[in-house]
């Protein structure tokens, strides 16, 4: 079957970095993390154009797109110390929902079981089925835990009669046994959704939903060191998915689902740097960035900047890992230079 190419857009990759691709597996054999794009937005409820995400977050940037980000706060250049390559995008029509979650999920499969990180770039939140699910399989279902950031539960079960959208990925994801009920932490929801019936369904399958309002009263800090205990115990890594409608809508207003009253883009930053330098992620995605609704680039530039925060922190905990002199975020800046 001829391809078509980039689906929306230029055919750029991820701030310059080399292309790979996914049919060849020789050409990722090397690879640390493998970025690759899911320009689907078929499983929205409200306002779609997230198919236009990939797009948006592989340039939201003032710099060059020559591979390179050195990391101020961590002192590292991601994009170099790792081999981070661009498989491009996976070709998504949104009226065939189940034949675009089957490719997401064959190429998601194939880079996780080379033992790259897939990152994804999203696309709806319906793309976390086969996202998850493709790492999951690679490593092992039901020893792989999620740390979900969203707005919305996303635990729905049937919306206009149909089982998959973006409002019910986490329920088919559980339900598929790739991941486990009580090793799914989700944080920031908020808002006046889901009803009764769903929560309920949520807490029989010993989720842990961390609402804003407990976020606040508690602090995000301690919330995380908490949902980190849970994600690791008989769990081997960690997927990690973030909805950029954690965020409130003016630290990231487009978006298809906006809900005022999130997580500030400093949070979401620093949260994604601590998970992927605390925890062994073995897979990631960032979705429902919709660019026909942002207003002057602030929601690509922060979900852009949401993914090298992760790759940073990758390459710091390799380093460290590698007897280099451990990360201290208190350091200055300028010490020692």
Do not use: K
């Not at 020893?143 to 996303?154: E, G, K, N, V």
């Not at 487009?254 to 999130?262: S, Y």
């Amino acid at each position: 079957m001829p391809r078509y190419g980039p689906m929306y857009g230029p055919d750029l990759t991820f701030l310059g970095v080399e292309r790979c691709d996914v049919d060849d597996p020789a050409s990722y054999a090397d690879a640390d993390v493998v970025i690759i794009g899911a320009p689907f937005d078929g499983g929205t409820s409200h306002r779609p154009g997230a198919r236009f995400g990939p797009m948006a977050l592989r340039q939201a940037c003032y710099l060059p797109q020559d591979g390179s980000r050195p990391s101020l706060a961590l002192r590292v250049d991601a994009l170099r110390d790792l081999r981070v390559l661009d498989a491009g995008d996976v070709e998504c029509y949104s009226g065939d929902v189940e034949g675009s979650l089957e490719a997401i999920e064959s190429a998601v499969h194939r880079i996780a079981a080379s033992g790259a990180v897939p990152v994804v770039l999203g696309g709806d939140h319906t793309v976390a089925l086969p996202d998850a699910r493709g790492t999951a399989r690679a490593h092992a279902p039901g020893r792989t835990s999620m740390i979900h950031f969203d707005a919305h539960a996303d635990t729905g079960n049937i919306s206009f009669g149909h089982l998959y959208g973006h409002g019910q990925p986490m329920r088919r994801l559980i339900e598929s046994g790739a991941i486990r009920g009580d090793r799914f932490l989700q944080i920031g929801l908020r808002g006046y959704w889901p009803e009764p019936e769903t929560l309920e369904w949520m807490a029989r399958q010993d989720m842990r939903s961390y609402e804003m309002t407990e976020i606040v009263a508690r602090g995000l800090e301690e919330c995380l060191t908490e949902a980190f205990r849970i994600a690791l115990d008989e769990c081997d890594q960690i997927f990690l998915s973030i909805d950029i409608d954690v965020c409130d809508p003016g630290h990231a207003p487009g978006t298809g689902t906006p809900e005022p009253g999130g997580l500030t883009a400093r949070q979401l930053l620093d949260a994604v740097r601590r998970i992927c330098y605390e925890l062994p992620v073995a897979g990631m995605e960032i979705v429902e960035v919709a660019p026909p609704y942002d207003h002057a680039d602030i929601t690509a530039l922060l979900g852009n900047r949401v993914v090298l925060e992760a790759l940073s922190a990758m390459a710091r905990r390799r380093a460290d890992e590698a007897g280099g002199e451990r990360w201290d975020p208190r350091r200055p800046l300028l010490d020692g230079r």
